[in-house]
């Protein structure tokens, strides 16, 4: 079975571009995460969405920042513009069930450069 | 400040060595999960704990929750290189799955 899959595996940008990162989560389960990964701060929780509706966004660092979820099977997370601060590790993370409750499925990750 | 402090920060271990890595919060969680994660991938769910006092054990390694459930242990027995990579506790708070720092574990064969 597929796990959760995200793109690009790998971006370099410049400061100031758009990015906009693409998960696809485990089918069947309805909730979704977006986290951050770096060595100073970990892992940091950004976004939470329960069938498809965000739970809590309190994680986004700022309005550059944003998520959708336009269905099951799809969410995006992108960044305008972005800035070197924002290089990082994205997860994008899946569950059955609440983030309290079950086990999350983490995909690959999508590794950001922005120069 | 991290809500789950993970200690020690990096550990590095010959084969065959016992290690405990540990997990230590001031606030109380309904649940903690262990997590390990490889160069490149996403962290894997190693296991979960629910009960204060419970303890866990998975082929070599053995987990435990704290009696108030504030604070939680890995111990590996006899670790090997396979052993190797970063350890993440999670634990519930709420809606949210909030994680600590992790511990780098470097098995030398």
């Known amino acids: 079975d597929a796990g959760v899959i995200q793109s690009p595996r790998h971006e370099v940008t410049e400061m100031g571009q758009e990015v906009t990162l693409r998960c696809k989560p485990i089918?069947?389960?309805?909730?979704l995460f977006w986290y951050r990964q770096t060595m100073m701060r970990g892992l940091e929780l950004l976004i939470y969405f329960n069938n498809n509706v965000p739970i809590d966004d309190s994680g986004m660092p700022e309005d550059r920042f944003s998520a959708k979820m336009p269905n099951a099977s799809f969410s995006t997370l992108k960044i305008q513009p972005s800035e070197p601060r924002d290089s990082a590790v994205y997860f994008c993370?899946?569950?059955?069930?609440?983030?309290?409750?079950?086990?999350?499925?983490f995909g690959e990750g999508s590794r950001l450069t922005v120069l | 400040t991290q809500l789950l402090e993970q200690s020690p920060q990096f550990l590095s271990i010959q084969e065959g060595e016992n290690l405990t890595v540990y997990c230590n919060s001031s606030?109380?969680?309904?649940?903690l999960q262990w997590y390990r994660q490889e160069p490149g991938e996403g962290p894997v769910l190693l296991v979960t704990v629910v009960t204060g006092g419970e303890v866990k054990k998975l082929k070599r390694l053995t987990f435990q929750f704290g009696d108030a459930r504030k604070d939680s242990s890995l111990h590996i027995t006899a670790a090997q290189p396979g052993d190797t990579g970063l350890y993440l506790c999670a634990g519930a708070r709420g809606n949210k799955l909030v994680f600590g720092a992790g511990t780098i574990l470097r098995v030398k064969s």
């Open positions: 606030s109380v969680f309904s649940s």
């Open positions: 993370a899946s569950s059955l069930g609440a983030a309290n409750t079950g086990e999350l499925f």
């Open positions: 089918s069947g389960h309805n909730s």
